[in-house]
């Protein structure tokens, strides 16, 4: 299966807000299927940072939130702050358990 | 507290099989799936496939199905992932991480990552 659409790079100034997208067809996201983000850090292992969409798992901040409409979801982050910087994946995962992720998106800190 | 902690790295010549573990712990292993995720050097992460621990059950991506080998040893509590025929296509950080919940649709816990690299 194709990965998810995601843009490669976004930037931010601290205390902004970013979005970041991630478009899928109607065979995932657009199914019903649940949409993850992770966060991952250079040399670390990914960290879950929203899952079913919109949920936050214990310890995440509040800052980041996660969004769908149609075939799209988005991940946001508000109130940048210099640890934000890191890469960010969106994953795509239907109840016949296909999962997808998406390419990536490097968040730069400005 | 929940931990995954997985093998050593490991280099393999073209055409050889790699085996790598995860322990886990601070949880009841037969309660969650385990699956496995990796990236290659500079590249995206890539789903391999899972297993769901209380019975086996294994669910892999079409494109490693027949290379790949998923089992658990619910005695010491790990997991196993056996990649065979390596090309250097395989080289990557090899990930396994724990389904969240009883769907299991997001991986809550990573294990440190194995890089395996494949060499002539």
């Known amino acids: 299966q194709s990965a998810l659409t995601q843009p490669a790079s976004v930037s931010g100034s601290p205390g902004q807000s970013i979005t970041i997208s991630c478009t899928g067809t109607?065979?995932?996201?657009?199914?019903?299927?649940?949409v993850a983000w992770y966060q991952q850090h250079p040399g670390k292992p990914p960290k879950l940072i929203i899952y079913?969409?919109?949920k936050r798992p214990s310890g995440v901040s509040n800052r980041f939130s996660g969004f769908k409409s149609g075939n799209t979801a988005s991940l946001t982050i508000s109130g940048l702050q210099a640890d934000d910087e890191a890469d960010y994946y969106c994953?795509?995962?239907?109840?016949?358990?296909?999962?997808?992720f998406g390419g990536g998106t490097k968040l730069t800190v400005l | 507290q929940v931990e995954l902690v997985q093998s050593g790295p490991e280099v393999k010549k073209p055409g050889a099989s790699v085996k790598v573990s995860c322990k886990a712990s601070?949880?009841?292993?037969?309660?969650?799936?385990v699956n496995w995720v990796r990236q290659a050097p500079g590249q995206g992460l890539e789903w391999m496939g899972r297993?769901?621990?209380?019975?086996?059950?294994?669910k892999s991506t079409q494109r490693l199905q027949g290379r790949v080998t998923m089992t658990t040893d619910t005695s010491t509590s790990t997991v196993y992932m056996e990649l065979r025929d390596l090309t250097s296509d395989d080289t990557a950080v090899y990930y396994c991480?724990?389904?969240?919940?009883?769907?299991?649709?997001?991986?809550?816990?990573w294990g440190q990552g194995t890089l395996v690299t494949v060499s002539p």
């Open positions: 991480a724990r389904a969240r919940g009883i769907i299991g649709e997001s991986f809550d816990y």
């Open positions: 601070g949880y009841t292993f037969n309660n969650y799936a």
């Open positions: 297993i769901r621990v209380y019975n086996g059950n294994t």
């Open positions: 109607s065979n995932d996201i657009g199914d019903s299927s649940y």
């Open positions: 079913e969409y919109t």
């Open positions: 994953c795509s995962f239907a109840v016949n358990v296909r999962v997808v």
